[in-house]
């Protein structure tokens, strides 16, 4: 065999008791399992010692937003040195696949916040266009990691009628259509959608049924970024759940939590909800990150009216004084559906990051604290932020709660995401920390889950999701997606101050039976690849 890793505690994915052994690896695929005391242990040209060390397999992203960042950082710390081995791309409806010119420059403006700048990256207008980039990678050498796509129903959306705040006439309604069944043909997993960010959210249920059936005729699957976490965000999941009731779409809850005033202690009704639609036969998944701040951009929780049109529009009604104004109102005392239905509290708003470095000194202050020191309003700050640095600030919401964070990662439809923003001078902790913070602090420090059920978490339910049928278990004939970790030292290194610190505890990581990470060092291995969902039609 090419590699023989022996005295292993292995934690296969499956929520199965842990066990020793040794695990034999050749052409990338896993092709035995030697338990402990059960007779000789393979023998292979290289030997891994791995006494002390859980074997799983690799963690999978079910949230991740490193569209671009998969092929300008060959080394991409933030997930190899986490223990990623797959991230879904392609979150909360808008992403740069399908694209025309005039999207294309659209969709970069309105998330270069998440992702930074798209040109000259983007070469690309279709989904196949961008999973075949993937599979080139860095000179035809591949990615860091692997990674599949969800087709974002905001840019479909655009391309078929624009920033159009309406319902889509039968035409536009028959061009989305086309556009996800293309996207999945060519490979996607599922359809993604950001119903808090424009134009995405200008669809009502109907539209999103419509499109939903189609990526169920695919064997894809639903992740929508739903109408709210803060006001009325049980209700925002009980009409999710009613779509794919009524669309027969598998459904998948992106980042779900319960924040904002009101929601404190929630989370056992929301779990209520979701055992109510598995027991009716539903198929339902969700993902969460282990923190309480969420992250997004400024432009996010402006009023959606606001941004029909899209941001050279937006950014017309923000210079513009009386409609300025009105945006404040909106946002201030009435609360605005980007801002979730809830007043804004300018204490909560965080900035994390700015385009143009000029404006960097607003980094790491809340609005509140910025606007104090200045003398102004915090609108009149965020308004002139956001018009200066072209809607590029990034910002933290410390908007969370704990209780609910502990509660929903329990129940057994969680898998793990991200959400993790690389773009900013200070960005949340969690796209760096995710998957270590679930073993050292809710598994190792806290009880919450044990680490059989936390793997299976991030691994193996994941997988499932995905339809992957050979990655996410330990097992004879699955690949060697792998990775190896201290269950008495690993740990998130990254911190609020520190967002970018990597993990401890996280030795080896391993792509197609190939070392990402040997010895706690990320090697030059590009083993990434992009994985196509099951609706994917084979070309050539």
Known sequence: MDLVIEGATVVDGGAGPAYRAA????????????????????????????????????????????????????????????????????????SYAPVDDRTLAEVAEAIAGWNGPALPTVTWRSVGGYLDRLDHGFDGAGIAVNAAYLVPQGSVRMLA?????????????????RLVAQGMREGAVGMSSGLTYTPGMYARDAELAGLCRVVAAHGGYYCPHHRSYG???????????????????????????????????????????LDAALAEGLDITLDSYPYTPGSTTLAAILPSWAGEGGPAALLERLRDDGTAARIGH?????????CHGVPVDWDTIEVSGVRDQAHRAYVGHTVAAYAAGRGERPWAVARALLVADRL?????????????????????????????????????????????????????????????????????????????????LVREGYRADLVLFDPETVASGATFEAPRTTPTGIPYVLIDGRFVIAEGRRTDVLAGRAIRGRGAVPTG
Not at 233 to 245: G, I, N, P, Q, T
């Open 231 to 273: 006001a009325g965000a049980l209700e925002a999941y009980a009409e999710m759940v009613d779509l794919a009731r009524e669309s027969g779409c598998p459904l998948h809850l992106a980042h779900a939590t319960l924040n904002f005033t009101g929601n404190e202690g929630r989370g056992p009704e929301l779990l209520a909800l």
């Open 161 to 177: 009628m624009g920033w159009a705040d309406r319902a889509p006439d039968a035409g536009e309604l028959d061009a989305m259509r």
């Open 392 to 472: 590029g600030p990034t910002i933290l919401q410390h908007v969370g709660h704990e209780e609910n964070v502990r509660t929903i990662m329990r129940h057994r439809a969680h898998t793990g995401g991200s959400d993790g923003i690389l773009q900013g001078a200070r960005p949340h902790p969690r796209a760096y920390g995710t998957f270590p913070r679930y073993l050292g602090t809710y598994v190792r420090e806290l009880g919450v889950l044990s680490l059989e059920e936390c793997v299976a978490h991030l691994t193996g339910r994941a997988a499932a999701r995905l339809g992957l049928v050979d990655r996410g």
């Open 23 to 94: 695990v034999g690896i050749t052409n990338g695929m896993i092709t035995e399992i030697r338990r402990e005391g059960t007779g000789r242990a393979p023998t292979g040209r290289r030997r891994l010692a791995a006494d002390g060390l859980v074997l799983a397999p690799g963690f999978v992203d079910m949230h991740a937003h490193s569209d671009l960042a998969l092929l300008t950082d060959p080394e991409h710390l933030a997930k190899t040195a986490q223990g990623v081995t797959l991230e879904v791309v392609g979150q909360d409806g808008l």
């Open 330 to 338: 909106e946002m201030e005392v009435t609360g605005s559906d980007g």
